[in-house]
Structure formats: C-alpha cells, structure tokens
C-alpha cells in the first residue's frame, strides 16, 4: 500500500472538540513519507537555531558587558525555543495544549527579560529619564486598547509610570502561570474550550 492509498483510506472525520491525534494517527495522516520529511525538517530546524544560539551566547561572552549577558541569552534564546517546542507538538500531538501554554510561560519571561535589557542599554530609570528631556509625553493606551484607558493618551512619562510599566510586564509570568494551572484543572476535568456546562 503506497503513502497516497493511505491516505485516502483515513477516515477523514474530525476528532471530537478538545482532542489531538494520537502519534499513530497523525502519522497515518500525514503518510510514511510526509512524516519523515516533517520529523528531521523539524529536527534540522532546532539543531540550526540551538547552533546559532551557541555562537551568541559565545560572541556575548565576549564582546558584551557582563551584566547584559543574561538578559541577551534569555531575549536570544526565544527562536530556539521555539523551534524546541515545536519539535515537542509535532513529536508528541497530544500535548500540544500544554505545550503551549508552557510557552506562553516562557514568552513572558522573555518579555520581562527585554524590558530590563532595554532599560540597562539606556542606563537604568534615572538616564532615561534624563535622555527623555524635560516633560516628556507618552501614549500608554495603544492598540488594542485605544478605546479605553483614555486618561493615559497622552500622559507625562515619570519615574512612576517607568516602574509601574516594569510591574505590569513583570507579573505577565504570575498571570500565565496560573492559566497554565487552570488549563491544568479543566483538561484533567475533560472541560475543554467552548461553553462551559454543568
């Protein structure tokens, strides 16, 4: 039987709402050759990115303040990551769920990494502050929240509000890592996306 008479043989309906293929389904799927391609495309991709992320981490060792290096590997570190992670969803479907919300995690750890990072390359609150001038003006309610929060359109940049941003960015991690623990709750439960019924 060739990869083509497999693949019309599938039964093509959908799984039920919430589910992932099996491995053994998603490679009956995808046919014996398609899921070779895919498994060592995916394979070759994150070696390429893990290797990358080896040589900047080396070249940053070198030529970067040291203080700035941990805040680079993380900010870096996201393609590779990403790659990783994908290799993860192709080789095991069924997890793809928790997968991602791991990376959400992960993503928002990143992002407070680079709020930091982009305050050490201005040299902390204090110099940029200074760089800012006199009275600087700033919009916070950028899209998609341009229709609310209409106090901070065009708001005097202060101290404060540099600190409040770093807050709000730092509790991003807190934030998904207790939806990850509810998306946790609710699939051990069989609760999956769509109304919820009692």
């Known amino acids: 039987m060739t990869d083509h008479q497999s693949i019309n043989d ?7 709402e919430g589910t992932f293929p ?3 389904q998603f490679q009956l799927g995808m046919g014996t050759s398609g899921t070779v391609g895919l498994y060592v495309t995916s394979i070759m991709v994150c070696l390429v ?3 990358m992320f080896a040589i900047l981490i080396r070249k940053f060792l070198r030529e970067v303040p040291e203080r700035q290096v ?3 590997c993380w900010v870096t570190s996201l393609f590779t990551a990403i790659s990783f992670f994908t290799v993860l969803m192709i080789y095991m479907p069924r ?3 928790f997968l991602l919300g791991a990376y959400r995690v992960y993503e928002a750890m990143v992002i407070g990494r680079f709020v930091e990072l982009n305050l050490l390359w201005h040299g902390g609150e204090k110099e940029l502050m200074r760089g800012l001038g006199e009275n600087p003006r700033m919009r916070f309610n950028l899209p998609p929240c341009c229709c609310c929060l209409l106090c901070l359109k065009n708001s005097l940049v202060t ?4 600190k409040m941003v770093r807050l709000v960015v730092g509790q991003m991690v ?3 890592l207790f939806v990850l623990f509810l998306q946790l709750v609710f699939q051990f439960n069989d609760i999956h996306d769509g109304p919820l019924s009692l």
């Not at 599938?10 to 039920?16: R, T």
């Not at 101290?159 to 540099?162: L, M, S, Y």
């Open 10 to 16: 599938f039964n093509h309906s959908c799984p039920h």
């Open 174 to 176: 807190y934030i998904q």
């Open 22 to 24: 099996t491995m053994s």
């Open 49 to 51: 990115n893990a290797t």
């Open 70 to 72: 941990p805040d680079l």
């Open 95 to 97: 997890s793809t769920e």
């Open 159 to 162: 101290r404060d509000r540099v």
